[in-house]
């Protein structure tokens, strides 16, 4: 009995970590393997973000005047990521502003599908004939590393852009360590080249991971509540401690869903202020 439920229990968190995809991946990085459901999902809160906001902007247009429900509430978005942009990047850019708007919203929204209960979608795929589906594109790790290597290769462009090619080089290879001394000074370049783009590179791998560590983290948590009330599916709920049980999972779900939103919005909010930060870096001359 005891082995046929710690069966079921792992058949249970295999399940809800495995991505409906095309193929079975066999290695770290294999661009052939597409999962249907980050990509089917990250399109959808894609155009529900720009949907919605392409719909407020349009009622400010039409209705000047105080602004009331979802209007204002995405003005105050608006506000809000313009005075953080204002406050961080010191360039100019058509491009950082927007840019920052959609990561933190793209994001938040990545996120907050981690709030719906874990068996809801699943369960309604499954009725539907699908094997798998994992609703939070944010705990793919092909979703997350798309975003950050995107920030990534906009910072080196704008840092040719805005420095040049030998501006850029310099940056690698001129720092930490510098010499009046031109021979000393080309002594240190291979080695500040190595220090730099370490850091450089670095870069794109903590912003995805970072992400990706903290909503991975929260919808196992989730997992692990629902195994409460699944154990005592297994049992059955003929003693009263079985329904103290269920009571505990369900004050703890709601507990961990409070306090996960809150984790989800600072994520959001870090990705935004790191990508923001990093394009500053790309404009700053040194």
């Known amino acids: 009995m005891a082995a046929s439920q710690s069966s079921r229990i792992g058949e249970y968190i295999t399940h809800h970590l495995t991505f409906l995809t095309n193929k079975p991946q066999t290695s770290i990085i294999d661009f052939s393997v597409v999962n249907y459901d980050t990509v089917f999902f990250s399109v959808l809160l894609a155009v529900l973000f720009a949907a919605s906001f392409y719909w407020a902007a349009r009622r400010a247009v039409a209705n000047p005047g105080a602004p009331r429900g979802f209007q204002s509430f995405v003005e105050m978005i608006v506000e809000f990521i313009d005075n953080q942009v204002k406050d961080m990047f010191h360039g100019t850019s058509q491009l950082v502003a927007p840019l920052a708007l959609t990561i933190f919203c793209w994001v938040f929204l990545f996120n907050a599908m981690d709030l719906l209960p874990i068996d809801l979608l699943p369960d309604i795929a499954g009725g539907l004939g699908l094997a798998h589906l994992k609703v939070v594109p944010s705990t793919d790790l092909s979703s997350v590393f798309g975003l950050s290597l995107t920030v990534f290769l906009l910072t080196i462009f704008y840092s040719v852009k805005v420095k040049g090619p030998l501006g850029f080089l310099g940056e690698l290879t001129l720092r930490p360590f510098s010499s009046k001394n031109v021979f000393v000074q080309a002594l240190f370049v291979p080695i500040n080249f190595v220090l730099e783009s370490v850091t450089f590179c670095a870069r794109p791998i903590s912003l995805a991971l970072r992400l990706f560590g903290n909503i991975f983290a929260g919808e196992m948590v989730f997992a692990l509540l629902a195994l409460l009330t699944l154990l005592h599916s297994f049992a059955g709920l003929e003693t009263m401690s079985g329904w103290a049980m269920m009571l505990m999972q369900a004050v703890l ?16 909010f870090v990705f935004m202020v790191l990508t923001v930060v990093y394009l500053s870096m790309a404009h700053e001359h040194h």
């Open 253 to 268: 779900t709601f507990l961990w869903e409070v306090f996960h939103l809150l984790i989800i919005t600072i994520q959001a």
